[in-house]
């Protein structure tokens, strides 16, 4: 097969390409050019309908295949996505933002990892049981759910659509997806993909559109249910508003302010090279960034001089571009939103230590979206600074001088979705890892990733959580059967 991003995205709905009902699209933008490159659906609640009845009538038949039948198709489209590497990551590239090296190492390989992982756990999966004692046997089975919702944002599109869709159509559901409105282009390419590796029609449904629209209405849907949702914690309160009393199961992947402690006895350079990639991966547009810098500070000074001296020597430029480290941000809004957070840091009384500025690359990223990497100082855990996801590029350094004000430090947050601890004091390190209010702990490592850890976030990060048979369990309703010997 021969993948290229079209100029015209269209919803896929039952096996077919087709234009959203209303005739409506909405511009997609590169944000590195600020360029209109595609068109894409602008659906709404009619375009949703028809993906739930296609998933409808296509259930009966997915629900009951042989774990072997899911498994071979899901398989090959891990590897019809591996086969079609070098397409998907300029698709997402020009589409996010991101360099393209980054999409190339990271978001597609884990894109074909996610089909590939559940592919194999489906076979694997096993209905407990109970014994009691002679008297009686428990046995439980999980069956799909029917038709399940499937929402992600922009920052890592193809990585964090297919996390949750490989392991809901596993499980034997039948999906109504939407990937972000901002960077739909490999949603779209997947389904090319899925209709080439035989998925039936109607098993995988994905409309494009914004979230008031067409995502609220796969939220609201009464057919739909269970929902499956990575965004901000803003968009988590209205869709939980909308599907608790609809009795939905709900997974809400959401935003986090997470904190990065370093402490005196850390393996000093692992630190540092690690921080720098916690800080600024992805332009900072990942969920799990360590955006709150807390030094020792025994060392803060050194930190601050050393880390000033790292991070300048990123380079920000063409996506395109090997020598690229960062990119430019996901779009016009988001930047004015980043650079907006940077003017409040200042009014809050904070020191720009190194960035602080758009960036405008020579030729033909003149009109992107850039900032340079910004590093803060001088600002308290009150301030809405290091209270509030900034989602980009920014980093604030605090500092703290004993292990009980470093938690106090860390826990300071409505968030708890990720900490990353460095220490090479064992005890140290596990008595943080049990007090630091977050769903995920990184002990002298950052986003090393198992895909069959339970993932996901404390207080307003969310609720639930996804990965291994957490996943799975989600997409799946248990039902006991007691039978009495
Ligand atoms: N916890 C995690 O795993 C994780 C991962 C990635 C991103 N995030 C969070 O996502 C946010 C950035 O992504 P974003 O700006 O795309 O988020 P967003 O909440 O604006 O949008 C996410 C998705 O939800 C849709 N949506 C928006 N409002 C909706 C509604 N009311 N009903 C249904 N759907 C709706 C959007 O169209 C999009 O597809 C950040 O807050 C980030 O922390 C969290
Ligand atoms: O931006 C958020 C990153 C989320 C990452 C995952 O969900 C994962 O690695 O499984």
């Known amino acids: 097969m021969n993948l290229a991003a079209p100029k015209q995205i269209l919803n896929y709905i039952d096996g077919q390409f087709c234009d ?22 602008d659906s709404d609640a009619d375009d949703v309908q028809l993906a739930v009845d296609a998933a409808k009538k296509a259930f009966p038949a997915w629900s009951t295949s042989t774990p072997d039948y899911r498994f071979k198709i899901l398989n090959r489209i891990a590897e019809l996505i591996d086969a079609n590497l070098d ?9 996010n933002g991101k360099p393209l090296w980054l999409s190339k190492r990271v978001d597609i390989p884990r894109a074909s990892d996610n089909f590939r992982f559940f592919a194999t756990g489906l076979m694997h999966y096993a209905s407990e049981s109970h014994s009691m004692q002679g008297k009686a046997i428990n046995y439980t089975l ?14 890592l599109p193809l990585y964090l659509f297919t996390w949750k869709i490989a392991p809901a159509l596993a499980a034997g559901n039948c999906v109504v997806a939407k990937p972000s409105e901002v960077t739909p282009m490999t949603g779209y390419l997947l389904c090319e ?12 449904n994905i409309v494009h559109g914004g979230g008031p629209h067409c995502g609220a209405s796969i939220v609201s849907h009464p057919e739909i249910k269970a929902i499956s949702f990575t965004g901000s914690t803003r968009a988590g ?11 939905k199961k709900l997974s809400l992947e959401l935003g986090g302010k997470n904190p990065n402690i370093i402490f005196a006895d850390c393996n000093w350079e692992k630190m540092l090279k690690t921080t720098v990639q916690s800080s600024f991966a992805n332009q900072g547009q990942i969920c799990l960034c360590g955006s709150r810098i807390l030094v020792e500070a025994s060392i803060y000074e050194q930190f601050k001089t050393a880390f000033v001296a790292e991070v300048k020597k990123l380079t920000v430029g063409d996506p395109l571009a090997e020598t690229s480290k960062q990119g430019a941000v996901v779009s016009k809004t988001h930047y004015e939103k980043v650079l907006g957070c940077i003017e409040l840091a200042k009014e809050e009384g904070g020191t720009v230590l190194l960035g602080g500025n758009a960036l405008k690359p020579e030729g033909r990223c003149a009109n992107g979206y850039f900032i340079e990497p910004t590093i803060i100082e001088g600002l308290g855990p009150d301030c809405r600074t290091n209270m509030e996801e900034i ?3 920014v980093v604030s350094l605090q500092s703290f001088t004993t292990e009980a004000e470093a938690l106090q430090l860390a826990n300071a947050s409505d968030y708890g979705l990720a900490a990353t601890i460095w220490t090479e004091n064992v005890s140290r390190a596990h008595r943080m890892a049990a007090q630091v209010h977050s769903g995920i702990i990184w002990v002298n490592c950052w986003l090393l990733r198992d895909l069959r850890t339970p993932f996901g976030g404390f207080k307003n990060s969310g609720v639930g959580r996804e990965g291994g048979w957490e996943a799975l369990r989600f997409f799946t309703e248990p039902k006991n059967v007691c039978i009495e010997l």
Do not use: H
Request: glycine content about 10%.
């Open 20 to 41: 959203p009902e209303n005739g409506r699209f909405m511009d997609n933008v590169n944000p590195a050019t600020g360029e209109v490159y595609s068109q894409t659906p």
């Open 193 to 204: 993909i899925a209709r080439e590796a035989g998925l039936p029609d109607g098993v995988l």
């Open 391 to 393: 989602f980009g590029p």
């Open 87 to 95: 397409a998907l990551a300029l698709a997402e590239s020009n589409d």
């Open 237 to 247: 309160k209205d869709i939980a508003a909308v599907a608790a009393p609809m009795f």
């Open 142 to 155: 999980r069956n799909p759910i029917g038709v399940v919702g499937c929402i992600s944002p922009w920052n």
